[in-house]
């Protein structure tokens, strides 16, 4: 186990060691007793989630995902099967084919939102998230994913969503839009993922609803914009795989949708059009 300088420099001053590059006594006597109680049950604590976060660590791999893990032998291999199964449906299914991956997926699962935080930095409060790294090209570089397995839903929404990203992001082409992307990994979910979500546009005011333009470039909005955003983004993209099937869909959205022979295959004659029908059939109203 290896323990940051920082660290080590904490319990150094808690404990009123000696600084062995100085040789310099460090004096805590300024400290009241029950603050350097309460530092030292800190410290403590952090010392105590590194040996958790550096302890025994396992590797289960199959063909395309290399598994790191606390978990025992049988429930690692079932992590491997289910995502195994949910790549090769997002494959089939977006662009027809199960292709092997040139370098395996690196998956990390945690005991809880606390390991995960320590050893990734991301919010404690997520069930799990995807990292991808791309070249200019397009080429993916590698594939990471981190999941918690304390997730109620680790294995009907976490994983089915994860595994979208990191699949669709080895589809040929650029890379799509970030709302594109999250309306396939909430289309991997059940079915009752994009109805809630349908549900909660419902509750929206037309003008707080992002346009199909705004859209095609940006990036995740601001916090207050979350709902919104993955409802429309989950529905938008079940609008268009009603009307063609998922590869055309990927191919329209791969090339920015704005090809005049591409959006008369979709029944629009322009973007403005396209998103109009869409918000008819979503609202019964332009």
Request: charged share 25%; hydrophobic share 35%; with cysteine.
């Amino acid at each position: 186990m290896r323990l940051s300088p920082a660290l080590i420099a904490s319990v150094g001053v808690l404990l009123g060691s000696t600084d062995t590059t100085s040789q310099e006594k460090v004096s805590t006597s300024f400290a009241p007793e029950m603050i350097r109680t309460k530092i030292a049950e800190e410290v403590k604590a952090i010392v105590i989630r590194q040996l958790e976060a550096d302890g025994n660590w396992n590797v289960t791999e199959s063909p395309n995902f290399r598994v790191r893990h606390q978990l025992s032998k049988e429930k690692s291999e079932e992590i491997c099967r289910a995502i195994e199964k949910i790549r090769i449906d997002v494959q089939k299914k977006w662009m027809k084919n199960a292709d092997s991956w040139d370098q395996k997926c690196d998956v990390s699962v945690y005991q809880d939102g606390k390991q995960m935080e320590w050893n990734t930095g991301k919010n404690a409060y997520y069930p799990g998230f995807s990292e991808i790294e791309s070249a200019p090209g397009g080429r993916v570089i590698s594939r990471k994913i981190a999941l918690r397995s304390d997730a109620h839903n680790i294995f009907t929404h976490v994983m089915p969503h994860e595994v979208a990203h990191v699949t669709i992001a080895g589809s040929p082409g650029k890379m799509i839009p970030r709302w594109a992307d999250e309306g396939i990994a909430i289309l991997s979910e059940p079915r009752s993922s994009l109805d809630d979500f349908q549900k909660n546009l419902h509750q929206l005011q037309k003008h707080q609803l992002f346009s199909l333009q705004e859209l095609l470039t940006m990036d995740y909005p601001e916090l207050k914009s979350f709902g919104t955003f993955y409802a429309q983004s989950a529905s938008l993209t079940n609008y268009l795989q009603k009307r063609k099937d998922p590869p055309a869909v990927l191919a329209f959205i791969r090339d920015g949708m704005n090809d005049a022979a591409a959006l008369k295959n979709f029944g629009a004659t322009s973007l403005q059009d396209l998103e109009a029908d869409w918000r008819r059939k979503m609202f019964g109203k332009e």
